[in-house]
């Protein structure tokens, strides 16, 4: 038994079908710019990521507002 009910054999037939449409020249080409398309994607995906964590440092860097109000507020106190 193969993959839900489908035996090894169907598969090779489907496969030699497929071969003989479009060719092995044709496959070759799909599968090199499938291959483009996802490391790119995942490219993509990674630079997303970093781009929002670098963000996030940001943010947590930067003092809030109120700690800035509150030590302008001192500041003119104490003087």
Not at 38 to 64: M, Y
Request: cysteine-free; proline content about 1%.
């Amino acid at each position: 038994m193969g993959f839900g009910g489908i035996s090894i054999w169907q598969l090779l037939i489907v496969l030699a079908i497929i071969i003989l449409l479009f060719g092995t020249k044709k496959l070759r080409s799909l599968g090199g710019d499938l291959g483009s398309a996802i490391k790119s994607f995942k490219q993509s995906v990674g630079e997303g990521e970093e781009e929002s964590k670098n963000k996030e440092e940001k943010i947590l860097k930067q003092p809030s507002e109120t700690t800035q109000a509150h030590d302008i507020h001192k500041d003119k106190h104490s003087s």
